[in-house]
């Protein structure tokens, strides 16, 4: 079931931001989410510096140069006193260039395992943007929810206050009794502790929102309709088998880790390079 809740969020997200732009709406939610949340931020920096390391592995193959630089002075000393001036200085340089020629295939299997984990870390971006848009759609909608919940405890406690005003005015006139006026505030107490408990939950799913969304929850509209579903659960492990970003990361992850045992085992042939 997890899988498809987070395909059909993922739909959602898609959906939703391909619309316009509407403050207080789910699609602002979802894309100040994209933008701001530090989750997908650092997922997203950790995917550039793996993309990082396909330059890095490239490099090993390409022709290296190094230069040396030396400063010489000659002096020739017999006894106390000088046999002769010294000579120099001279300047003395070198430059060499190498180029591997033949490795065993090391060079090329370390590209293509560090080419599949950029590719890993793509699917492992894809699977965090979901995770994080399931945490923005629930806070968004506790939020809604208790909005409303508050708002219909406070309708409660109006009326329970009205109630009770009406009882003592009753007592007063002798139609009912102290043990009416009693439960009427009783009833009007506990109308008020709800209303204070609802009130501290939907205070902490305010905070909840600006957490994942990034900031504080304004007016919020309902929230539009689903996009089509999978018609039966089959069709949903299908799209799940073939599309979702974990198993993708999984995988890719077990292809580097295969290229990897080929870089090492290139590690065993000869090499050759050619030396200018």
């Known amino acids: 079931m997890s899988v498809f809740r987070k395909l059909a969020l993922g739909s959602l997200a898609v959906a939703l931001l391909a619309g316009t732009a509407s403050a207080d709406t789910l699609r602002e939610a979802l894309v100040l989410t994209y933008r701001n949340n530090p989750t997908i931020t650092g997922q997203r920096e950790l995917l550039r510096v793996t993309d990082a390391n396909v330059a890095i592995a490239r ?18 000393r017999s006894g106390i006193l000088e046999s002769s001036q010294g000579k120099g200085p001279t300047l003395s340089t070198g430059v060499d260039l190498s180029y591997p020629l033949f490795n065993g295939g090391s060079v090329r299997n370390s590209v293509r395992a560090a080419e599949t984990r950029v590719e890993a870390g793509r699917a492992t971006l894809r699977a965090v943007e979901g995770d994080i848009f399931t945490e923005a759609v629930a806070a968004y909608m506790d939020v809604i929810r208790d909005r409303a919940i508050v708002e219909l405890n406070e309708n409660q406690v109006r009326v329970l206050t009205t109630n009770l005003e009406a009882t003592r005015d009753r007592f007063e006139v002798g139609d009912l009794t102290r043990t009416d006026v009693a439960q009427s505030e009783a009833r009007l107490s506990l109308g008020r502790a709800n209303l204070a408990t609802v009130q501290g939950r939907l205070l902490a799913s305010e905070e909840n929102y600006r957490r994942v969304i990034g900031r504080r929850p304004d007016a919020l509209q309902p929230p539009p309709p689903l996009p089509p579903l999978p018609t039966n659960p089959d069709q949903a492990v299908q799209i799940a088998l073939a599309s979702n970003p974990d198993l993708i990361a999984i995988t890719r992850q077990a292809d580097a880790a295969r290229f990897d045992v080929r870089t090492a085992r290139a590690s065993r042939l000869p090499t050759v390079s050619g030396v200018a």
Request: net charge positive; proline share 6%.
């Open 59 to 76: 490099a090993a193959g390409r022709p290296q140069v190094s230069a040396i630089v030396g400063l010489n002075r000659d002096l020739t």
